[in-house]
């Protein structure tokens, strides 16, 4: 097989739609847009949410309470396991990111127990779960934690 020989699936290709185009090919005229009122015209749609003038839903629903969401600590998973395969003796946020299991944008790392470790490592992160350190140091290593960086 060549690359001029490769071919799309059967059925995945399909013939574009050509409104407007006359009568005859079943999409002419008002272009399958229905008559008159506010969605045949151009540009006319409504914005979501919008119920034609009434009271929408999400004014009607009554608003109570408050949400710590949006200042909640969030940390960036890592299991011992992973730890294993690095062959740096000291571990931090910036190592981790390096290698590339850490990605985006979090509050800190926090290490959890997955996996096995078998080496002497030292681990400088926010946040390290028991089972987690209790693998670290028996395998000789040790946990060291960090603050939090500021957002």
């Given amino acids: 097989m060549r690359l001029h ?13 050509r409104v407007g185009c006359g009568e005859s090919s079943g999409h002419g ?6 008559t008159k009122g506010q969605k045949a015209r151009s540009g006319g749609s409504i914005r979501p949410g ?3 003038g009434q009271m929408p839903l999400i004014r009607r629903i009554p608003k109570r309470g408050f949400n ?4 909640q600590t969030r940390y960036a998973p890592v299991n ?3 730890l294993e395969r690095l062959s740096e003796e000291v571990i931090d946020e910036e190592v981790l990111r390096k290698v590339g299991l850490v990605k985006g944008r979090w509050d800190g790392v926090k290490i959890l ?8 490592i030292v681990v400088r992160v ?15 290593g040790k946990v060291e934690t960090v603050p939090k960086r500021a957002s």
């Avoid at 127990?113 to 002497?120: D, L, S």
């Fill in 126 to 140: 926010q946040a390290v779960s028991q089972a987690a350190k209790a693998k670290i140091e028996q395998a000789g």
């Fill in 5 to 17: 020989e490769v071919r799309p699936r059967p059925g995945a290709k399909h013939r574009v739609k």
């Fill in 80 to 82: 011992v396991g992973a």
């Fill in 50 to 52: 919008f119920e034609g």
């Fill in 29 to 34: 005229k008002t272009s399958g847009r229905g």
């Fill in 68 to 71: 710590h969401r949006a200042f």
């Fill in 113 to 120: 127990g997955g996996g096995e470790i078998h080496r002497r």
